[in-house]
């Protein structure tokens, strides 16, 4: 598989959320009700991004910042920047090149990218994208549960051979939200998208007369926290655990393995009105302590939300709907174009706010009284 002919950036693109309009503008009016809605009323996806807003950040100024970089480790391994692209599914409902777009973009501007289970590319062809750019973030791959161990384990081998680096297994969607906008658009998948990389078909569900779709057909399917020790146990990669936002199973993941978290809320398109990442952030990191791992998603669409991040106690970011935007616009290029303005973004607030490095960042950044 290859990609199509480069396109260009459309005029006056600046910044990321400026390829909005012209995402919208490309794709069917159902498929943008998917990507870009969110669950019930919407009010967890807009506190995402309004609670990065309201975080005030505090200058500091003639320091000393010749030789600053947006360097981070991370898993044991440099990354160019603390950012990677969150794991969304279907990428061809967007753009034809779909994720492998989104691949080689990631890969030529160091950020990384977590592969979702349900892409409509296949495995492979995005990992030797990352293999074959030296400079690359890390490669990750996240798995959903599916109650078939064999399906399973036959998964974990192919990732594993495929060159991914972790896992991520998503924990906050056993059953889907409820999407009112994209129900309401008629949201379908077209028949030639896909998650190529699943196969086979998930046992049907077996209900008698009374009993609850959801409580007697999907959950006694679901994974729990025994799953967790199996699937480290059936696989050498790291795993980290994404969706979290409580502090005891934050500490409870850790104390199991996992290798590191994403304190997310999906987006918002799982349970409405839980708290904007941003508020969940930090009492998740006092809780696993200052080494573990730890990254965050939802609202992140300035280099300056990155930095709020990272000063929250975020080591990386997850980059959702944004890249897509791009990726709808303008395929790979606008990827990587919206990318490197993020980037821009980031060491211009940095620089702003006397930070030679990302761990010159902490809450001292931040304004206690908000914006
Ligand atoms: C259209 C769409 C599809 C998604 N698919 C997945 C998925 O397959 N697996 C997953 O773990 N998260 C999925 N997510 C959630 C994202 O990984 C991420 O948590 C979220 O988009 C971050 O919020 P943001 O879009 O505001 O940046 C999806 C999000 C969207 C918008």
Same mark, same amino acid.
């Given at each position: +598989?290859?990609?199509?002919? #480069?396109?260009?950036?459309?005029?006056?693109?600046?910044?990321?959320?400026?390829?909005?309009?012209?995402?919208?503008?490309?794709?069917?009016?159902?498929?943008?009700?998917?990507?870009?809605?969110?669950?019930?009323?919407?009010?967890?996806?807009?506190?995402?991004?309004?609670?990065?807003?309201?975080? $005030?950040?505090?200058?500091?100024?003639?320091?000393?910042?010749? $030789?600053?970089?947006?360097?981070?480790?991370?898993?044991?391994?440099?990354?160019?920047?603390?950012? &990677?692209?969150?794991?969304?599914?279907?990428?061809? #409902?967007?753009?034809?090149?779909?994720?492998?777009? =989104?691949?080689?973009?990631?890969?030529?501007?160091?950020?990384? +990218?977590?592969? =979702?289970?349900? /892409? =409509?590319?296949?495995?492979?062809?995005?990992?030797?994208?990352?293999?074959?750019?030296?400079?690359?973030?890390?490669?990750?791959?996240?798995?959903?549960?599916?109650?078939?161990?064999?399906?399973?384990?036959?998964?974990?081998?192919?990732?594993?051979?495929?060159?991914?680096?972790? &896992?991520?297994?998503?924990?906050?969607?056993?059953?889907?939200?409820?999407?009112?906008?994209?129900?309401?658009?008629?949201?379908?998948?077209?028949?030639?998208?896909?998650?190529?990389?699943?196969?086979?078909?998930?046992?049907?569900?077996?209900?008698?007369?009374?009993? /609850?779709? &959801?409580?007697?057909? #999907? +959950?006694?399917?679901?994974?729990?926290?025994?799953?967790?020790?199996?699937?480290?146990?059936?696989?050498?990669?790291?795993?980290?655990?994404?969706?979290?936002?409580?502090?005891?199973?934050?500490?409870?993941?850790?104390?199991?393995?996992?290798?590191?978290?994403?304190?997310?809320?999906?987006?918002?398109?799982?349970?409405?009105?839980?708290?904007?990442?941003?508020?969940?952030?930090?009492?998740?990191?006092?809780?696993?302590?200052?080494?573990?791992?730890?990254?965050?998603?939802?609202?992140?669409?300035?280099? /300056?939300?990155?930095?709020?991040?990272?000063? &929250?106690?975020?080591?990386?970011?997850?980059?959702?709907?944004?890249?897509?935007?791009?990726?709808?616009?303008?395929?790979?290029? $606008?990827?990587?174009?919206?990318?490197?303005?993020?980037?821009?973004?980031?060491?211009?607030? +940095?620089?702003?706010?006397?930070?030679?490095?990302?761990?010159?960042?902490?809450?001292?950044?931040?304004?206690?009284?908000?914006?």
């Amino acid at each position: +598989m290859s990609l199509s002919a #480069l396109q260009s950036i459309p005029e006056g693109v600046v910044n990321l959320a400026d390829f909005e309009p012209h995402a919208q503008a490309a794709m069917r009016p159902q498929d943008w009700a998917y990507l870009n809605g969110g669950a019930a009323d919407e009010i967890t996806l807009r506190a995402n991004r309004a609670a990065w807003d309201r975080l $005030g950040l505090r200058p500091r100024v003639l320091r000393d910042l010749s $030789g600053g970089h947006t360097r981070v480790r991370l898993l044991g391994r440099e990354l160019a920047q603390p950012v &990677l692209l969150a794991p969304i599914a279907y990428q061809q #409902l967007a753009h034809a090149d779909g994720e492998l777009a =989104s691949a080689y973009a990631a890969a030529a501007q160091g950020a990384g +990218m977590v592969l =979702s289970a349900q /892409s =409509s590319v296949a495995m492979e062809p995005v990992a030797r994208v990352f293999a074959n750019e030296p400079g690359s973030g890390p490669l990750w791959f996240q798995l959903y549960w599916r109650d078939d161990r064999g399906f399973m384990r036959e998964l974990l081998q192919r990732i594993e051979q495929a060159g991914f680096e972790a &896992l991520v297994l998503t924990v906050d969607a056993p059953v889907h939200g409820a999407r009112d906008r994209e129900r309401r658009a008629g949201f379908k998948l077209p028949e030639h998208i896909r998650a190529v990389n699943l196969g086979g078909l998930k046992k049907p569900l077996d209900l008698q007369a009374g009993q /609850s779709a &959801l409580f007697d057909g #999907l +959950m006694p399917r679901a994974a729990t926290w025994a799953e967790i020790a199996w699937l480290r146990e059936h696989s050498k990669l790291p795993l980290l655990l994404k969706g979290v936002t409580h502090p005891e199973d934050a500490v409870q993941a850790q104390g199991l393995g996992a290798a590191g978290l994403v304190v997310s809320n999906h987006g918002g398109r799982t349970l409405d009105t839980v708290p904007a990442t941003a508020h969940l952030l930090a009492d998740v990191r006092a809780a696993l302590g200052a080494d573990y791992p730890l990254l965050v998603d939802g609202g992140i669409r300035r280099g /300056s939300d990155v930095l709020k991040a990272i000063a &929250l106690g975020a080591d990386a970011v997850l980059l959702g709907r944004p890249y897509v935007h791009a990726l709808a616009a303008a395929g790979a290029l $606008g990827v990587a174009h919206g990318l490197r303005l993020l980037r821009d973004e980031l060491e211009i607030a +940095m620089a702003l706010c006397g930070c030679k490095t990302l761990a010159d960042a902490g809450p001292h950044l931040l304004w206690p009284r908000g914006v």
